[in-house]
């Protein structure tokens, strides 16, 4: 059984505003997919897997 975290994402911005619902990260997730999970969001809120 794979273990999650769920995380929401804040921002003070405007112009980065991201969904405040959680998403739900694999414990085992990298760096890099993090860094790709938070470029998808900010590029055009896609969540793919990710979001719940």
């Known amino acids: 059984m794979e273990h ?3 995380v929401t994402l ?3 911005f405007d112009q980065y505003s991201v969904s405040s619902s959680p998403v739900s990260l694999p414990l085992s997730s990298t760096s890099t997919e993090l860094e790709n999970l938070l470029r998808d969001l ?5 969540c793919f897997s990710y979001c719940g």
């Open 42 to 46: 900010l590029e055009g809120g896609i």
């Open 4 to 6: 999650h975290v769920q």
């Open 10 to 12: 804040v921002t003070k």
